[in-house]
């Protein structure tokens, strides 16, 4: 199986600030990456897919890179709605597997 | 508008048995393989089954094989998750997601349903 590794687990982040979510596959996964944002008691929502493409109706401020088995999450301007937890997941080969989750608070 | 609504979930006694089901509308589900994803307390997010867009083959994670059993109605629109031979290491919140053939992401989720496993 894909192990997937996210980093870091937790932060503490303040509204505007800039932040960066890493994800790290066990192997190469090409771009085949995707990241969801969850809010407590609520279901996942997908944020980003392939790696880079924004999924329809989520804020430019959003955005992903990466390929291989390197890869991040972005948020430019953090706002208040984007407190969450940050999961990725790779879509290379079942069984499809998650990252631990990285929660974001407010400092 | 998607709407996965997932129902069944509750208390069980170890060893006991619960079976879950998923009511899907909003999109052509019969184009899309389905899947069960939990989450227990605290943790993260498990991949658990899936099942074709036909229902001819499902796929579990190892942990579940042979106690678990996946099933669709395409004419329902509707899912089912047997679950059998409960665990507490199965308490989680279930989710049903969508998510079309190949290497394509879950594009749709329901609510979740809450398991509890004790005694």
């Known amino acids: 199986d894909i192990q997937m590794t996210q980093s870091p687990s937790s932060l503490s982040a303040s509204v505007g600030d800039r932040v960066t979510i890493t994800c790290r596959a066990s192997?190469?996964?090409?771009?085949?990456l995707n990241w969801y944002q969850q809010k407590p008691g609520k279901a996942p929502k997908l944020l980003i897919y392939a790696a880079s493409s924004l999924q329809s109706g989520v804020p430019s401020r959003f955005s992903g890179s990466g390929s291989g088995t390197d890869f991040t999450l972005t948020i430019s301007s953090l706002q208040p709605e984007d407190f969450a937890t940050y999961s990725c997941?790779?879509?290379?080969?079942?069984?499809?597997?998650f990252g631990q989750g990285t929660q974001m608070d407010i400092k | 508008e998607v709407h996965l609504l997932e129902s069944g979930g509750g208390l069980v006694q170890p060893g006991g048995s619960l079976r879950l089901s998923c009511a899907a509308s909003?999109?052509?589900?019969?184009?899309?393989?389905m899947h069960w994803v939990r989450q227990a307390p605290g943790k993260g997010l498990e991949w658990v089954s899936s099942i074709s867009a036909d229902g001819s083959i499902t796929a579990y994670t190892d942990s579940v094989k042979g106690r678990f059993t996946f099933s669709r109605d395409n004419s329902k629109n509707t899912l089912y998750l047997q679950m059998n031979s409960l665990r507490a290491e199965d308490a989680a919140v279930y989710y049903c997601a969508a998510k079309r053939e190949g290497s394509s992401p879950f594009d749709y989720w329901g609510q979740g349903t809450l398991v509890t496993v004790s005694s």
């Open positions: 192997q190469s996964i090409s771009t085949y």
């Open positions: 909003g999109f052509t589900f019969s184009n899309y393989a």
């Open positions: 997941q790779q879509s290379y080969s079942a069984p499809w597997t």
